[in-house]
Each structure stands twice: as structure tokens, then as C-alpha cells.
Nanobody
Framework: QVQLVESGGGLVQAGGSLRLACAAS????????TGWFRQAPGKEREFVAA???????SYADSVKGRFTISRDNAKNTVHLQMNNLKPEDTAIYSC????????????????WGQGTQVTVSS
């Protein structure tokens, strides 16, 4: 049974930083693509970042240069370091893994975590 558990969300002022973690059980992250997505109230879920099994990363234009996705193979955990946060980054952030198609499409991922709330105040 595969489980993904996110942590690290919270309330932060604009310009601040947060580091999200996604821990997996029942699956080895290094074998698959893992992505982060977010959904703000009243908006559709959007791609944030992804890391492939080989370590290649990709980012949404809105977070490029501010967010960094990384993987700790020893801990089977994927991190999302978020710097210079903006109020528009406020959303529920979810990790997902085992994509069978485009890494930017949420529908292509098989397993999802429950999400963690990130709130950025102005």
C-alpha cells in the first residue's frame, strides 16, 4: 500500500520561506517522477514542480527561481523549498508520484498525498 504524507506547511509573511516535505511508504521515490501541485480556493489545481527519477527538475513559470524541488533518496522524501513567498502562493500543496504521461498534468499521477496548507500573508 502506497502512502504519501506531506508536512511543513503553515503561515508565513510575504518574502518568507517554507520547506515542504513529502514522505513515501510502499514505493521508492527514486524510481518514479514525483511532483508538487497546488490548489487555491476557487481555482483549478496547478503544477508547481517535478523531479524525475534521474534527477531532472521542472518548474512552473510562476515559481521558477523561487522554489526548488529535491529528493533525499536515503529518507525516501521529496522536498519543496519555497523562498520569497508571495500571497498568490497561498494554496493547499500536494505531492504526487508515479506519472504515466506529462509530468505537468495532475491526471497522469497515480498516487497523491492529502495536502498541506500554505498561507502567505501580505
Amino acid at each position: 500500500q502506497v502512502q504519501l504524507v506531506e508536512s511543513g506547511g503553515g503561515l508565513v509573511q510575504a518574502g518568507g520561506s517554507l520547506r515542504l516535505a513529502c514522505a513515501a511508504s510502499g514505493l521508492t521515490f527514486s524510481n518514479y517522477v514525483t511532483g508538487w501541485f497546488r490548489q487555491a480556493p476557487g481555482k483549478e489545481r496547478e503544477f508547481v514542480a517535478a523531479i524525475k527519477s534521474g534527477g531532472t527538475t521542472s518548474y512552473a513559470d510562476s515559481v521558477k527561481g523561487r522554489f526548488t524541488i529535491s529528493r533525499d533518496n536515503a529518507k525516501n522524501t521529496v522536498h519543496l523549498q519555497m523562498n520569497n513567498l508571495k500571497p498568490e502562493d497561498t494554496a493547499i500543496y500536494s505531492c504526487a508520484t508515479l506519472s504515466t504521461d506529462s509530468v505537468r498534468q495532475g491526471a497522469s499521477y497515480k498516487y497523491w498525498g492529502q495536502g498541506t496548507q500554505v498561507t502567505v500573508s501580505s
